[in-house]
């Protein structure tokens, strides 16, 4: 959904490194969301946000931060990476009505060597 | 905790069959659930919602079905078409706050011509 853009779309980094993925929105929404994706797995939620002030731990937030720092940014922050975060990372959002349906950014993947 | 998964990871089905994918939920309180399409290199795609107050919703080409009886729900494709290959996710609420979602794992279809 070109509405959802994340960036870096791939990165490669070191053990240790802190890492910053970013995720913007022209769509207005303001439920914002990031996942993660390992092979063969479904989504898992590590943190969501309802609004600015708005932040909440999801299902595997350890190893994670968030920072919301607009309606329209959401990012997300590995303050030390650890090669077993390797994975595809998506951003995510919605409207606030419960059952309207996400839309996500195209990934980032993500190798912590 | 609770989760959502799918029964099959994988199904190979030739065009023009009717696919049918299978889903098993635990929380019998989600009031709504959601499958998404994955094609390779591309963040999920809504495809079709159902409310926990429905048993079945049509859509173009495509039919859930929810069973609460046994907590089970159902993506039918009709005629499947070489396009309608990817990995296909069900998901329910995370809680009953809204709108952040838990994914089951996937199922995989692939369709030869």
């Known amino acids: 959904d070109a509405d959802v853009t994340q960036t870096p779309r791939n990165r490669i980094t070191k053990t240790g490194k802190r890492i910053m993925l970013e995720c913007s929105q022209t769509?207005?929404?303001?439920?914002m969301y990031w996942y993660r994706q390992d092979p063969g797995l479904g989504l898992q939620l590590i943190y969501y946000?309802?609004?600015?002030?708005?932040?909440n731990k999801g299902e595997i937030s350890d190893g994670y931060s968030v920072s919301r720092q607009a309606q329209a940014k959401f990012s997300l922050s590995l303050e030390s990476a650890i090669p077993n975060q390797t994975a595809l990372y998506f951003c995510?959002?919605?409207?606030?009505?419960?059952?309207?349906?996400?839309?996500f950014g195209d990934g980032t993947r993500l190798s912590i060597l | 905790g609770e989760s959502v998964g799918l029964h099959l990871p994988t199904l190979s089905v030739q065009e023009g069959d009717n696919s049918i994918i299978n889903c098993a939920y635990s929380?019998?309180?989600?009031?709504?659930f959601i499958w998404y399409k994955q094609e390779s290199g591309k963040g999920p795609q809504f495809i079709i919602d159902?409310?926990?107050?429905?048993d079945k919703r049509q859509g173009q080409r495509v039919t859930v079905l929810l069973n609460k009886t046994v907590k089970h729900l159902s993506l039918q494709i009709a005629a499947t078409q070489p396009g309608d290959s990817a990995v296909y996710f069900c998901?329910?609420?995370?809680?009953?706050?809204?709108?952040?979602?838990?994914f089951g794992k996937g199922t995989t279809l692939s369709v030869s011509s």
């Open positions: 995510a959002t919605s409207s606030g009505n419960p059952g309207q349906p996400q839309h």
């Open positions: 769509k207005g929404h303001d439920r």
């Open positions: 946000s309802f609004d600015v002030k708005d932040i």
């Open positions: 929380n019998s309180a989600s009031d709504y």
């Open positions: 159902i409310r926990s107050n429905m």
């Open positions: 998901a329910e609420p995370l809680n009953q706050a809204g709108t952040a979602l838990i």
